[in-house]
């Protein structure tokens, strides 16, 4: 199966500002994901990552708020724009491949302050 | 909507004793089944994975799994749990309507004591 690798692991921003976060995976991937994870607790879908088209947003997230890129079938970028302390999660990255294999990034822990 | 429930918060087993996590699921149509495990400050490691064939699905680190479509069930097993089973352990299910997204439990906190 694909392995993804995921950066940062973790980051303290400040509030207001945004963080970018990236994931490239070893192969090509029919589709990929972005989680976002509170500690102990399961997995909310943000988005799916379209590569070169919008990404497809779940209800309760927006573009503005977490643009996505997929500009190739290996590379996405989740970018969680002017953070707020409430944003503090971690966020994973995960890829689909063509055995129905879903690949997930190791997580990126980000806290608000 | 296709969803699972793992209508435990927590399973605590002794070590060497048989572990079960269970999970249930509510789709229309054919489930893809899926269990993951995370440990502390990682992301998630796939475990085992149902989508055709024999009702019992083994997969790493031991684990194994019965698909049992008369219960919509897909209960997680290992024969002899070790203390490093300890962690959170999530099923789920491809969302076959929603653009092949998985769909997950809310997770089972795993605890394997001494």
């Known amino acids: 199966s694909a392995v993804i690798s995921q950066k940062p692991s973790r980051d303290i921003c400040q509030r207001g500002t945004s963080l970018t976060i990236q994931c490239q995976v070893d192969s090509q991937v029919t589709m990929m994901f972005w989680y976002r994870q509170q500690p102990g607790q399961s997995l909310t879908l943000i988005a799916t990552?379209?590569?070169?088209?919008?990404?497809?947003?779940e209800s309760g997230f927006v573009i503005d708020k977490f643009p996505i890129s997929r500009p190739n079938l290996t590379f996405s970028t989740l970018t969680v724009s002017n953070m707020s302390p409430e944003d503090s999660s971690i966020y994973l990255c995960s890829a689909l491949d063509t055995n129905y294999g879903y690949t997930f990034g190791s997580g990126t822990r980000l806290t608000v302050v | 909507a296709q969803s699972v429930a793992q209508p435990e918060d927590q399973v605590n087993v002794a070590e060497g004793n048989p572990l079960t996590v269970k999970c249930t699921y509510s789709?229309?149509?054919?489930?893809?089944l899926f269990w993951y495990v995370q440990y502390p400050n990682r992301g998630l490691q796939f475990l085992l994975k149902?989508?055709?064939?024999?009702?019992l699905v083994k997969g790493s680190y031991g684990f194994e799994a019965e698909f049992n479509k008369s219960q919509t069930s897909f209960h997680l097993k290992k024969p002899s749990a070790l203390v490093s089973d300890s962690a959170l352990y999530f099923c789920?299910?491809?969302?076959?309507?929603?653009?092949?997204?998985?769909?997950f439990g809310k997770g089972n906190q795993v605890v394997v004591i001494p």
């Open positions: 990552a379209n590569q070169g088209s919008e990404a497809t947003y």
């Open positions: 789709v229309s149509g054919n489930p893809y």
């Open positions: 149902y989508i055709t064939g024999d009702n």
């Open positions: 789920a299910v491809r969302d076959i309507g929603g653009n092949n997204r998985l769909a």
